[in-house]
């Protein structure tokens, strides 16, 4: 089965650390690019962080730039996000998504996202 | 750029035409997709490059515009449709989400 299956999440204190991964399945992970995608309880989706299939190009919201690293590991077929200066305003449930490519990952790439993880909380509070 | 969508929520009976649309700050070319988001399930993509259906997704729904304004209408609503739906803009990073229409049945 193609999937996503992120872990790593829980309850951390302000200020603190925390990564995040995600494991793939079922497709050629290395030809993909990835992103992460978070929904606060009870708000919209909130667009993170993405990288390119090589992992040489990295993307990251304002929100979260200079706290949070997005990488991968190709061998592993996983996916990470280390998180570090916890503010209470991360708190979200993290999705990691797959880049869309139009007819596999040799046609047409496009930065949405058409196969998602189920998620994992992230909860900063002391 | 910002994204922005109108209404924040609708209610309609079943059959009806919705028509929700999405507005960027700046242009962003057709470089825009929706998703919908099903009540405690994950996003799903529907429509990309603001006018392409996503394989599988039903032929009730399609997407218009370019530019900065963008329109996803469901030509006849289902239940099945409850929904929250996102635009997403993608030309260039940050990738943004709009704030997202909430779809019910009256």
């Known amino acids: 089965d193609v999937q996503l299956l992120e872990s790593g999440g829980g309850l951390v204190q302000p200020g603190g650390s925390l990564r995040l991964s995600c494991a793939a399945s079922g497709f050629t992970f290395s030809n993909y690019a990835m992103g992460w995608v978070r929904q606060a309880p009870g708000t919209g989706l909130e667009w993170v962080s993405g990288i390119t299939g090589s992992g040489i190009n990295t993307y990251n919201a304002d929100s979260v730039k200079g706290r949070f690293t997005v990488s991968r590991d190709n061998s592993r077929n996983t996916l990470y996000l280390q998180m570090n200066s916890l503010r209470a305003e991360d708190t979200a449930v993290y999705y990691c998504a797959r880049r869309f490519c139009s007819g596999g990952s040799g046609g047409t790439c496009y930065w949405s996202f058409d196969l998602w993880g189920r998620g994992t909380l992230v909860t900063v509070s002391s | 750029v910002q994204m922005t969508q109108s209404p924040s929520s609708l209610s309609a009976s079943v059959g009806d035409r919705v028509t929700i649309t999405c507005r960027a700050s700046q242009g962003v070319s057709n470089s825009l997709a929706w998703y919908q988001q099903k009540p405690g399930k994950i996003p799903k993509l529907l429509i990309y490059a603001a006018s392409t259906l996503q394989s599988g997704v039903p032929s009730r729904f399609s997407g218009s515009g370019s530019g900065t304004d963008f329109t996803l209408t469901i030509s006849s609503l289902q239940p099945e449709d409850i929904a929250t739906y996102y635009c997403?803009?993608?030309?260039?990073?940050?990738?943004?989400f709009g704030p997202g229409t909430k779809v019910d049945i009256k």
């Open positions: 997403q803009k993608y030309n260039t990073a940050p990738f943004t």
